[in-house]
């Protein structure tokens, strides 16, 4: 039986009245407020007077998740690019450790600056040593992890994480990734649409990938020192024990005097006009995040993340929980709306208008992330409201209503 469309309803008054019920079980005739299971119809491209129904064959699960995809909104207009992919729909790579799976410029085209991975590592599972030539930012998901690093001046940093926290490494700077307790779940960021899991710089690998003979000179020792050590293919993901202590091992340089992590959710939300608050962290928070900006953005049921663009930077979303729908507005008579859910990555080019409307009853969580050392966006009730009233009303020929109702200062939320 398919559960997945099913959800319990309460009966009004006789059971049988309800519309949809395919079959009613016979407590429900004992009580009318007895809940009974209905089927939901199924969604049809079908908006207004246009289109007509699907008799398939169709993927009603897809359609179901992508109403907007299914039967789009008469404003939307032309073609555009794809601006969704799910990590559900990603590629997963499973090890001893834990998985990772990424979305980069191969499974969503149009995502020419950012490429994202999400990562679980089981309890003490180790992200073996590395570095890339791309900068890392992540944002904690699930659990605790502790990560190291290393700055050019010799000098070490280790801090522990948990949920809301972030943390960036600079394109070249070595670092880990170990799962605390109960193991952990993160988001990558990397400032580059190009970047792959797989073209990593790994500690194994160049071992693997060094004369013995060299090694021995390089660290001093024998070379039979050399003889068991681990083969790449066995690290990567790879499990481990949970550390005992995040102080960081002596170092005759110091500590980074640059913190590595932040901690996103202790700072104070700008609280939206309505319906909603925002977090912004970049650089000028973040000090050595500097090719990473990020906005937390909540959208209460009901709430609407106000029409906006970016000046300086394309946007790459990544949803956490609940659901909402964003229209981008291309210029040139071009729109597209989409709808997204928990795991779903969108995209929006610098520049192109676009909102992202709550269409669950729960609240909207999602990152807006932008490769640029500072976040910028233009408001556009912010920019009618301080724009010679003349202007605005010559352009659009507007109600009074409206051009009272007019927000002096960015709404953000609405
Ligand atoms: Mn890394
Ligand atoms: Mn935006």
């Avoid at 299971?37 to 246009?50: C, M, Q």
Wanted: proline content about 7%; some cysteine; charged content about 15%.
């Amino acid at each position: 039986m398919d559960t997945t469309r099913r959800k319990i309803i309460q009966t009004l008054a006789a059971a049988g009245a309800v519309a949809g019920v395919t079959s009613v079980p016979a407590v429900a005739h004992a009580a009318s407020t007895t809940a009974i299971i209905a089927d939901d119809p199924v969604p049809e491209p079908i908006e207004g007077n246009l289109g007509a129904t699907d008799p398939g064959p169709r993927n009603v699960a897809i359609d179901e998740m992508n109403p907007d995809t299914l039967a789009p909104p008469t404003t939307d207009a032309g073609i555009m690019p794809n601006l969704k992919f799910s990590f559900s729909n990603a590629h997963n790579r499973l090890a001893n450790g834990g998985w990772a799976r990424q979305v980069t410029i191969t499974e969503l085209p149009v995502s020419t600056d950012v490429a994202g991975v999400t990562m679980r590592l089981k309890e003490g599972a180790v992200r073996e040593l590395h570095w890339h030539v791309e900068a890392e930012w992540a944002f904690m998901l699930n659990g605790r992890a502790q990560i190291t690093c290393l700055d050019p001046q010799g000098r070490n940093f280790v801090d522990n994480v948990g949920v809301g926290d972030l943390w960036y490494f600079p394109a070249g700077f070595p670092h880990s990734i170990q799962g605390l307790q109960g193991g952990c779940e993160f988001l990558l960021v990397f400032d580059d649409g190009h970047f792959s899991a797989g073209s990593t710089f790994m500690l194994s690998d160049w071992f693997a990938h060094t004369p013995k003979s060299v090694l021995a000179k390089n660290f001093g020792v024998p070379e039979s020192n050399f003889a068991n050590l681990a083969p790449p293919s066995s690290r990567w993901v790879y499990p481990g024990q949970v550390p005992t202590s995040s102080a960081p091992v002596s170092d005759p340089y110091g500590t980074s005097p640059q913190s590595f992590t932040y901690h996103m959710m202790a700072q104070p939300p700008t609280q939206g006009k309505a319906h909603g608050r925002v977090r912004v962290v970049d650089s000028s928070k973040f000090r050595v995040s500097t090719t990473i900006a990020a906005a937390l953005v909540e959208v209460e049921p009901g709430g609407l993340r106000e029409m906006h663009w970016h000046p300086n930077a394309d946007e790459w979303q990544y949803y956490i929980e609940g659901n909402g729908r964003m229209t981008v507005f291309a210029g040139a008579g071009t729109a597209a709306t989409f709808d997204y859910q928990a795991g779903d990555v969108g995209y929006v080019s610098a520049n192109m208008g676009h909102y992202v409307e709550n269409t669950g009853k729960t609240t909207l969580r999602f990152l807006e992330i932008f490769k640029t050392d500072r976040y910028a966006d233009f408001s556009l009730n912010q920019w009618m409201a301080v724009t010679p009233p003349a202007l605005v009303q010559g352009d659009l020929n507007l109600p009074q209503q409206v051009m009272d109702a007019l927000q002096k200062r960015k709404p953000i939320i609405m």
